[in-house]
């Protein structure tokens, strides 16, 4: 199984930071096929980021990504305080499909 | 964007059978691209892919349930479900369905797959 790990495990971001940046990384190559998530308390997942850099539709332009072969980025730019919560990456490769242990933002 | 829910027992006696099923609404559990997938999510913790399936018959599992998982579907019902066999505490968590579009041609190295839509989880507990 393909292992995924994320950095920070948390953060706290203030609104007048310009940039937050979440790391994951893949135990190998998975081309782009990774994807992100943002999950708040309570709530299911939802779909942010998916083949490593496209831009769910209804998904605000601050949040982008970037990354291929085992090195991901997310980056928050100019963070709001809705954007509290757990993000997920998770990879496509291959099945069994698996996520990074999740970074918690406090914004 | 699909809407599903998911429906089935919050409590479950261990080496019992842990059966949901996800009713899905505003498209149909047949579409050419869209697998149906189970993942799970242990209190506090991440998140865990347990299979999927497509309407053609295809499935697929996560070998860390050791076989004790099947899923299925119900095309006139448009619905899926998801049976977990022997369970005990450590397969208390929250449940959710979520459509997985592979649709997204990525390069020449195939399709990506995403988890595009979810239902609202359901939390089952394994207890006596």
């Known amino acids: 199984d393909i292992q995924m790990t994320q950095s920070p495990s948390s953060l706290s971001a203030s609104v007048g930071d310009r940039i937050v940046t979440i790391t994951c990384r893949a135990s190998?190559?998975?081309?782009?096929?990774l994807n992100w998530y943002q999950q708040k308390r309570g709530k299911a997942p939802q779909l942010l980021i998916f083949?490593?850099?496209r831009l769910r539709s209804g998904v605000p332009s601050r949040f982008s990504a970037s990354g291929s072969g085992t090195d991901f980025t997310l980056t928050i730019s100019s963070p709001q305080p809705e954007d509290f919560g757990t993000y997920y990456c998770?990879?496509?490769?291959?099945?069994?499909?698996?996520f990074g242990p999740g970074t918690i933002v406090d914004v | 964007q699909v809407q599903l829910q998911e429906s089935g027992p919050g409590l479950v006696k261990p080496s019992q059978t842990l059966s949901l099923t996800c009713t899905v609404s505003g498209g149909s559990i047949s579409s050419d691209g869209y697998y149906w997938s189970w993942i799970r999510q242990h209190p506090g913790k991440g998140l865990e892919w347990i299979g999927y399936?497509?309407?053609?018959?295809?499935?697929d599992y996560n070998s860390s349930l050791k076989s004790r998982a099947s899923i299925s579907l119900d095309t006139s019902k448009n619905q899926f479900s998801l049976k977990l066999t022997s369970v005990t505490a450590a397969d208390t968590a929250m449940y959710y369905c979520a459509r997985t579009d592979t649709t997204y041609y990525y390069d020449r190295s195939g399709f990506s797959s995403f988890f595009d839509d979810w239902g609202q989880g359901t939390l089952v507990t394994v207890s006596s």
């Open positions: 998770q990879q496509s490769y291959s099945t069994p499909y698996t």
């Open positions: 399936i497509y309407y053609r018959g295809n499935v």
């Open positions: 083949a490593s850099s």
């Open positions: 190998r190559d998975i081309s782009g096929f």
